[in-house]
């Protein structure tokens, strides 16, 4: 059974208590190549290696995952952590008209992602959105995000044949203003690789403009070259973000963390296809599981920092559901963490149960709290068991005195169990505990 397997679980992992060298080391080879596999640039993963490296060793090993596991969480969180914790917005809190400048090289998305944002700032934020193309480079580039504007109900600015990129973003900023819009967005040239005439370009629109943001629009299936065009781009002009375009297509996202290392400037916005409604707000810890292609042992540590045994708890989690979970329950448990040495079902996730079982192993207190409490439940009357609530202060005094307590000890172990119950309460919001024993194995 489920239970007798964790048992043997349990009993390998026994006196294990922090991440060694050796353990920690292992793990890294296999997330060194996960990170390789998923794109990130390779200085990008030898820094990070390095930094998780040294915050994995000594550290805790939650019972009943291998260290293994447990290194994959703390590699994911420190992916997540590095990937941008909250998710940035635009900032455009400024005297309109806000400035909006998109950069990048030539087909990372430039002009669809304007037009994605221009209608997400109209439609979310009832903006009034101007939109101007500089793309001289490429034939018809202006036309096509005047098409696109059409497409999604945003002014564009006339085209004027002949204008070189400067002329036309003081022209756009004086249309903008004079119009009364709240944004511009200036899409310009994309590069085929990084070219100085370009950059040069782009930083006289930069000075021209002054834009609020300058947002680097990068595929996501930039590979190794992720670093150098981030390099390049955030040297010549002041970046505030990066949006990571096709991240509806294969890539693992690894760019994301070598955009993320290079420029220190958040990924606002996450490119999801070419229709113009598919522009998502950036969510790190999806980019972290996708990168680490290991969602699956990142939830089970979560989980099983929660849970021992799925059998036992989903059953008081039925009762608990039913509003039943009483102290008839409570004395179970207390009596199987006896027996278990302190594994009790729901030991290791219930708050008050915790506590008790840091206590002991602490060595603040033994065995004797556990029939104490036993006592405490013993001196109670089977309706009270069953409704715990009946329990006020003249109760409690009784109960107190057939156990040879006190009204605080009474008081505790009420505590513990509205606690449990609670806890309970949460864990069947979040969905419950079935299906823990596929992740288990
Ligand atoms: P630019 O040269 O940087 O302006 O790139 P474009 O905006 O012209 O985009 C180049 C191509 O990529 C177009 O065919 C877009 O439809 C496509 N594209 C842009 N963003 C996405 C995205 O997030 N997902 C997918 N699947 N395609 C995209
Ligand atoms: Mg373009």
Do not use: C
Request: zero cysteines.
């Amino acid at each position: 059974s489920l239970s007798e397997r964790l048992g043997g679980v349990f009993e390998r992992l026994r006196g294990r208590g922090a991440l060694g060298e050796a353990d920690v080391r292992a793990a890294m080879r296999e997330v060194r190549i996960a990170l390789l596999e998923a794109d990130v640039a390779l200085p990008v993963v030898r820094d990070f290696i390095e930094k998780v490296t040294e915050q994995a060793v000594g550290h805790q090993v939650v019972k009943s995952v291998t260290p293994g596991q447990q290194v994959v969480k703390i590699v994911n969180d420190a992916l997540v952590e590095m990937l941008g914790s909250e998710t940035a917005e635009l900032e455009l809190d400024v005297s309109p008209p806000a400035i909006i400048m998109m950069v990048g090289l030539q087909g990372s998305g430039k002009t669809t992602t304007s037009a994605k944002i221009a209608k997400r700032l109209t439609e979310k934020d009832r903006k009034k959105v101007l939109m101007a193309s500089l793309d001289v480079n490429r034939p018809a580039a202006q036309e096509q995000l005047a098409t696109l504007g059409t497409q999604v109900n945003v002014a564009t600015l006339p085209i004027v044949a002949g204008q070189q990129p400067v002329d036309i973003a003081r022209r756009a900023l004086q249309a903008a203003k004079l119009q009364g819009f709240d944004v511009l967005v200036l899409d310009t040239a994309g590069r085929l690789h990084v070219d100085q005439a370009l950059m040069d370009e782009m930083k006289a629109v930069a000075d021209v403009a002054q834009p609020q943001e300058i947002l680097l629009v990068v595929d996501s299936l930039t590979g190794q070259d992720a670093v150098n065009v981030a390099k390049n781009f955030s040297e010549q002009v002041p970046l505030t973000g990066v949006v990571l375009t096709r991240m509806d297509g294969d890539a693992r996202g690894g760019a994301a963390l070598s955009m993320r290392a290079v420029t220190g400037k958040p990924i606002k916005f996450a490119g999801m296809g070419e229709k113009l409604d598919a522009l998502e707000q950036f969510h790190p810890s999806r980019v972290a599981g996708r990168i680490l292609g290991m969602g699956d042992v990142v939830s089970l540590v979560e989980r099983a920092t929660e849970t021992i045994n799925a059998d036992e708890a989903e059953k008081l989690a039925q009762k608990m559901a039913k509003g039943q979970f009483d102290m008839n329950d409570l004395r179970a448990q207390l009596d199987q963490m006896k027996r278990m040495g302190g594994m009790g079902a729901l030991a290791s996730m219930m708050p008050g149960i915790k506590k008790v079982q840091n206590a002991m192993a602490n060595g603040q207190v033994d065995d004797r709290i556990l029939v104490r409490m036993d006592a405490m439940i013993g001196s109670m009357t089977p309706k009270e068991r069953s409704k715990p609530e009946l329990l006020n202060a003249k109760r409690k005094i009784r109960v107190a005195k057939g156990s040879g307590t006190t009204v605080q000890d009474v008081n505790r172990l009420l505590k513990m169990h509205q606690e449990m119950s609670s806890a309970m309460k949460k864990i069947r919001k979040m969905g419950g505990l079935k299906g823990l024993g596929a992740l288990f194995g």
